[in-house]
């Protein structure tokens, strides 16, 4: 029996356009191999800059004694199906164990995940509260692991952020979502603060963001007097993963302030202290970087001055990072990974699940067909693209 031939994307374009593309295309690369050398050709002078300040060290030479640190990755994420006549929305996120030390036996309590799924009215501030409330259940996921290293997908602003337009517009959102955000305001906030600061001495959270436009670095060295325009152009993970050789890591820096303080927003007055030591410890983070390994780019890692500035602890972190990013092709810590692979199925599973409820619903004969087709039918018309 012939397999059916996977169709592509391009063979649905029209050809004129597709060799628009392709020439576009080129010209981009190009463009990327230019600044690449660019950056090559800066990259020894970086590099003495950094390791005269001491900012660059290798672990290798440093490390005293493995641990065998466990670990978890925490991520989370929200789809929303907008319907003619009402929307479905799924929030959800997942706690993966790390690739396992020998000899280690903990109680974890199950389950590992959070979902809920809500029928929701019309409203333009949805998008806010499912984000904010995504949020919300990573930070429960996170603080209940015994595990050492705790990671978190993604960057704490971005949390501060969310969590601030949810609040913000709770009371304007679907009247369901609204009583999920009010009924959790407390244990999120509390949540957010453990994650900030890792109280516990024998545990560590730090949040690893893919993607960053974040130049601690790159300021640091055009404060020394390096200056090219390419820096500008590049942030400073793109930057070290070139800068950097393997298992050499940053030493901490403070993390890089907004040009207004830190703010949260929304937080009931019943709150307050609990919001002010947020942002006391939104002040207090810092930001390392560790390459893995040849074939992997720099790891961000955000994390609280009581790890930044203990030296068992931060070694501790780094020795998990690399431990989890072993694997050639996976460019990010193992649980993540895996964690981010699960939550991705999320919209798809959703939309498959709904059509079988559909399929049960139709047995129904009081119902009309027609309507109930209508009513459930998408504004998007395919993959939740626009």
């Not at 070290?240 to 303080?261: A, G, M, N, V, Y």
């Not at 694997?327 to 059509?355: N, Q, T, W």
Request: proline share 6%; with cysteine; aromatic share 8%.
């Amino acid at each position: 029996m012939a397999m059916e031939e996977t169709k592509r994307d391009l063979d649905f374009l029209p050809e004129a356009m597709v060799q628009e593309m392709l020439q576009k295309q080129k010209s981009v690369i190009n463009k990327i191999c230019d600044n690449l050398q660019k950056l090559n050709s800066i990259k020894t002078k970086a590099r003495e800059i950094l390791l005269n300040l001491g900012v660059i060290e290798n672990f290798a030479d440093i490390i005293r004694q493995k641990s065998y640190p466990t670990t978890v990755g925490v991520d989370g994420t929200r789809s929303r199906i907008m319907q003619l006549s009402m929307d479905t929305a799924a929030i959800a996120a997942v706690a993966v164990e790390g690739l396992v030390p020998p000899k280690e036996e903990r109680i974890w309590p199950k389950p590992h995940h959070i979902i809920k799924i809500f029928q929701l009215e019309h409203s333009p501030h949805t998008d806010e509260l499912l984000r904010g409330l995504m949020f919300s259940f990573e930070l429960e996921l996170a603080c209940k692991p015994p595990h050492r290293v705790v990671m978190l997908d993604g960057s704490f602003t971005s949390i501060l952020v969310a969590t601030g337009q949810c609040l913000l517009y709770k009371d304007e959102g679907p009247e369901e979502l609204r009583k999920e955000v009010e009924s959790r305001i407390e244990q999120t906030l509390q949540n957010f603060y453990t994650v900030l600061t890792s109280p516990k001495i024998d545990q560590i959270f730090v949040a690893i963001p893919k993607y960053t436009e974040r130049k601690e670095v790159i300021r640091l060295l055009k404060n020394e007097g390096m200056s090219d325009p390419i820096l500008d152009k590049i942030d400073d993970r793109g930057f070290l993963t070139l800068c950097l050789k393997s298992q050499e890591f940053i030493r901490p820096l403070p993390l890089e302030k907004p040009q207004t303080p830190w703010h949260l927003t929304g937080v009931p007055e019943e709150y307050s202290n609990l919001k002010d030591s947020i942002l006391e410890a939104m002040n207090n983070l810092y930001v390392t970087y560790i390459k893995p390994s040849p074939v992997h780019p720099a790891l961000r890692a955000e994390i609280g001055s009581s790890v930044a500035l203990d030296e068992r602890r931060l070694f501790i972190l780094l020795q998990a990072l690399l431990e989890q990013t072993v694997i050639p092709g996976i460019f990010e810590p193992y649980p993540l990974y895996v964690a981010d692979m699960f939550v991705k199925r999320v919209h798809g599973s959703l939309l498959e699940l709904r059509e079988s409820a559909i399929s049960d619903m139709a047995k129904i004969s009081r119902l009309n067909l027609n309507d109930f087709f209508l009513a459930l039918h998408e504004y998007r018309s395919k993959g939740d693209f626009e």
